[in-house]
C-alpha cells in the first residue's frame, strides 16, 4: 500500500517545506504538485535547458509550426504549373524521369529529416535528464536521481532515439488509416475551395475536425507513453523494448499519473506558443504591408529587426515551456535503483 507524507512545515530557520513523496514497490515518486512546481522551478535555475528544451521542440517538428505564421503555402495554380507536367505523365502510363527524380527526392529529403530529427531530439532529451535531476538535487527536490544519469552504464543518445522511433509506430498506423480522407479534403480544398480567405489548413481542419482530433489523441498517448519509457531506459537501465513497453504498462496502471502530466506538459508547450505564433503572424502582415508602401529603408529595417526579436523572444519562451514539459516527465517516475553496475 502506498503511503503519502505530507509535505514538512518551516522551522524556525525559515527552511522551504520538503515536497511530498511516497513511496511505491521500493521506489520514491514525489507528490504530483511537487513535480508540476519542481519542473518549473528547476527548469528556471536551469537556463541551459531552456535550449534543450527549444531543441528538442523543433527537431520534433517544431520547427515547422514556428515557421508557419510566416510560410506562403503555394496555390492551386502554383502547384499544378510545378507539378502538372510530371504527374501528366501518369495517364499515359509512363511516369517521366522528372517524376520519379521528385519522388524520390521528396522521400528521401523525408526520411532524411526524419532521422535527423529524431536523434537531435533524443540528444537534447537525454541532456535534458541530467540537468533537470542535478537542478533538483541542487534544490531539494529529488536527491536520488542525481547518481544515476552519470557513470558507467548510462543509456546514450543512440537507445533514446530508438526508443523514440518505436513511439512513432502507434501514430504511423493512425495516420496510414486517416490519410486517405485527410488527402480527399484537401484535394477539395485545393480543386473546389469554398473560402479562399481562410488559410488552407485551417479549411482542412474545418472539414474533417475528429479525424484531426482522434490524430492529436493517438499522439499525445503514444508520446507520453514514450517519454516514461526514455526514462525507464535512461534511471533504470532497462533494454529499449522493454522500457517502451514498460511506459505503456505505466499509462494503463497509473492513468491519473501519466495523463494530468501529458495534459500538463501541453499546456505548458501552448502557453508560450500560441502568443508567439499570433504574435509572428501578425508582425509578419504588418511586415508585408509596410514593404508594399515603399517605406524609408531605416524605418523598414527597424520594422523588421522588431519583428526578428519578437519572433526570437517567443522562441526562447518556447524553450522555456518545453523545458518544463520534458523536466515534469522526469521528476514524475520513481527512483529505483537501476540494475547492472552501480554508477560511480
Avoid at 26 to 54: C, F, K, M
Avoid at 98 to 110: D, P, Q
Avoid at 141 to 168: C, I, N, Q, Y
Amino acid at each position: 500500500m502506498t503511503a503519502t507524507a505530507p509535505a514538512a512545515n518551516p522551522d524556525a530557520t525559515g527552511e522551504p517545506a520538503a515536497p511530498a513523496i511516497a513511496r511505491e514497490h521500493g521506489g520514491i515518486r514525489l507528490g504530483w504538485r511537487s513535480v508540476v512546481s519542481g519542473a518549473v522551478v528547476v527548469t528556471l535555475v536551469r537556463p541551459a535547458s531552456w535550449v534543450l528544451g527549444l531543441l528538442g521542440f523543433m527537431a520534433g517538428g517544431g520547427i515547422a509550426i514556428v515557421a508557419w505564421p510566416i510560410l506562403v503555402l503555394p496555390t492551386p495554380t502554383g502547384l499544378q504549373n510545378a507539378l502538372g507536367g510530371p504527374v501528366s505523365t501518369l495517364v499515359f502510363g509512363a511516369p517521366s524521369a522528372r517524376l520519379f527524380g521528385l519522388i524520390v527526392g521528396a522521400t528521401g529529403t523525408a526520411l532524411v529529416l526524419l532521422v535527423a530529427g529524431v536523434i537531435a531530439g533524443a540528444w537534447a532529451e537525454r541532456q535534458g535528464i541530467a540537468v533537470t535531476l542535478d537542478a533538483a538535487a541542487d534544490e531539494g527536490l529529488d536527491t536520488t536521481g542525481a547518481s544515476l544519469v552519470h557513470g558507467r552504464g548510462v543509456p546514450g543518445t543512440a537507445r533514446v532515439a530508438v526508443l523514440r522511433f518505436l513511439s512513432l509506430a502507434p501514430v504511423a498506423v493512425a495516420a496510414g488509416i486517416a490519410w486517405q480522407t485527410i488527402y480527399d479534403a484537401t484535394y477539395r480544398e485545393l480543386i473546389l475551395p469554398v473560402d479562399l480567405v481562410t488559410p488552407l489548413p485551417l479549411r482542412v481542419v474545418a472539414d474533417v475536425p475528429s479525424l484531426l482530433v482522434g490524430l492529436a489523441v493517438v499522439w499525445l498517448v503514444s508520446d507520453a507513453a514514450a517519454s516514461v519509457g526514455v526514462r525507464r531506459l535512461v534511471l533504470e537501465r532497462r533494454p529499449v523494448l522493454v522500457a517502451w513497453l514498460l511506459g505503456w504498462f505505466d499509462l494503463v496502471r497509473r492513468p491519473l499519473r501519466v495523463l494530468p502530466t501529458a495534459l500538463f506538459g501541453v499546456v505548458a508547450l501552448l502557453v508560450p506558443l500560441v502568443p508567439a505564433l499570433i504574435a509572428a503572424g501578425i508582425g509578419w502582415d504588418r511586415i508585408r504591408d509596410l514593404l508594399d508602401t515603399n517605406p524609408d529603408p531605416w524605418f523598414a529595417l527597424a520594422a523588421i529587426a522588431t519583428l526578428v526579436a519578437v519572433w526570437l523572444g517567443g522562441l526562447i519562451l518556447v524553450g522555456v515551456g518545453a523545458a518544463v514539459r520534458a523536466a515534469a516527465w522526469t521528476l514524475e517516475l520513481p527512483r529505483r535503483r537501476p540494475p547492472g553496475p552501480s554508477p560511480r
